[in-house]
């Protein structure tokens, strides 16, 4: 089983319109509403592939128990520990052009006995899984170490942890070593300050010690192992780029349980991560453009790099 | 006890943002997420100010539960009748200049099932009400004469009805002769092609034999009945519109109630709907803005116009 973490969870609510006029009443078409946020995304995708998933993290009020509904009701495994606040809404209306405005609720403010109580479910979830993906932003209230708090507590029981996450959260987690780290370009930049991905990502895996896969957007994806560093692209489609990071995020975990190496899954990460940009809202992908588009990627080994293994 | 009746219910989410960006993500604040549609916030008004109301229309899936549960929290007698699809979301971004960018589902699609049983209910529901009260667009699937319908069963209980529509439905509940109807300025040229508020009035009132009362924004109110024809006004103030014409209906419908004329009303309904103006989101007051506007609204008798009473 894999164990997803969304400690900001959402609801995700995407419309579609002709026009967006700002200042004015826009008549929109609902395209989706769904539970959101990177890790929920992630269990989506997973349970979608037939992969076993428990989506966990913190979810409150109303808007928490209709995420926790909507994921039931889809199948997924959903073990949400319950705040006091409520959970966000986003709302994201594209228009014929595909610009999307995006209109981002903050999420509730989470105590430190919420805190403690989520660490303390986590510790229980995490004792029965393969692995733990721990994706997206912190809610206000919980600390800058939740991440890597959650890291060190699952190399505990000997659990893996893949972390998609930014800034501060990020360069705390890379200090608890977790498995794989998946920055995009500009997170790579805010934590190392350099605008290289390939020296960016080299600093951050020998720094610390952990493997890196960068998703660099229509440049595919950079993967830095102490072994390898691969360069994995495919052909570039335009469409939703929203949940695109999630695909990635859910074929390491998928491909690390069955027991490839990070460089065999990276076939599979472009093209599941090409497939949801195919699709008009995050955590889904057609298979049938999986199977399409995998045949289509290129792996470029770059150098057998890094420090020695 | 007076019957509102909202046929396209809503979630009402208003959001504040410093600056709004379009094509951009937009981090906001919560204001307010509220249960929406004129004739809700008509009975969210009647409740707060002590007047036994029941509040039904139509309401569907998880949003439908929602906007229930919401009315009943705050006290409101709620009594939906339940359909297929689900009720619409609207979304209200106010950035700091004032400025309002609004995002609005279209809401279900009625079957005539759905409307049949509706109309039922409403039948049962208007027998025991001293008034009733239209408010509000028809979502699809309902016909352009269902207040006509529900004006007549009103008339076939004794039950006076207050209508605040446009287009279509207007038009068609003139026909049934209700008690008053409340359109503003642009549903006043749209009904009767005229551009003079105080015309177009007279041209409905004395056509269809009904009392008007039409919200000219900051000019005020006229009152256009078979005795009297007046202009109420008060301090021109700045705010939020929206909700304001709810609160005239709202006051001319508890006014009416007690046994007032209309004439009588005036007072009120000015001064409560520029205490709403004065509120962040629709369907609420203070009733200490309401006794501070109050002495400060204006009466001017225009004529004893209209026909022979």
Redesign the interface.
């Known amino acids: 089983m894999i164990l997803t973490v969304t400690l900001n969870a959402a609801i995700d609510?995407t419309?579609r319109t002709d026009r967006?006029?700002?200042?004015?009443?826009?008549?929109?078409?609902?395209v989706s509403r769904q539970a959101g946020g990177k890790g929920v995304n992630v269990a989506r995708l997973l349970h979608a592939w037939g992969q076993p998933v428990i989506a966990t993290g913190l979810a409150g009020g109303?808007a928490g128990r209709?995420i926790a509904?909507d994921l039931a009701d889809r199948g997924v495994d959903v073990r949400f520990a319950a705040v006091a606040g409520?959970s966000r809404?986003t709302?994201v209306?594209v228009d014929a052009s595909g610009?999307?405005?995006?209109?981002?609720?903050?999420g509730p403010v989470v105590s430190p006995e919420e805190w403690a109580a989520f660490r303390a479910l986590h510790r229980d979830l995490v004792g029965q899984a393969a692995l733990v993906v721990l994706s997206g932003s912190l809610p206000r209230g919980v600390p800058a170490t939740a991440y890597a708090q959650l890291v060190a507590d699952a190399r505990q029981e000997g659990v893996g942890a893949i972390v998609d996450a930014d800034g501060p959260a990020l360069r705390a987690a890379l200090e608890q070593r977790p498995y794989v780290v998946k920055p995009n370009a500009d997170e790579l930049r805010r934590v190392t300050g350099i605008d290289d991905p390939l020296a960016a990502a080299s600093v951050i895996g020998t720094s610390y010690g952990v493997n890196v896969v960068a998703s660099l957007g229509a440049r595919g994806l950079l993967l830095w192992t102490a072994d390898a560093v691969v360069q994995a692209s495919g052909s570039p489609l335009t469409g939703n780029p929203t949940g695109a990071g999630d695909a990635v995020v859910a074929a390491l975990a998928a491909g690390t349980v069955r027991g490839d190496t990070l460089a065999d899954c990276l076939r599979d990460a472009v093209a599941l991560s090409a497939a949801a940009v195919l699709q008009d809202t995050a955590g889904t992908v057609d298979m049938d453009d999986v199977r399409r588009l995998r045949p289509g990627v290129t792996l470029t080994h770059l150098a057998a790099a890094g420090r020695a293994s």
Do not use: K, M, Q
């Open positions: 609510t419309y967006f006029a700002p200042s004015d009443t826009n008549r929109v078409d609902l109303a209709w509904a409520e809404t709302t209306v610009e999307a405005t995006t209109v981002s609720e903050r």
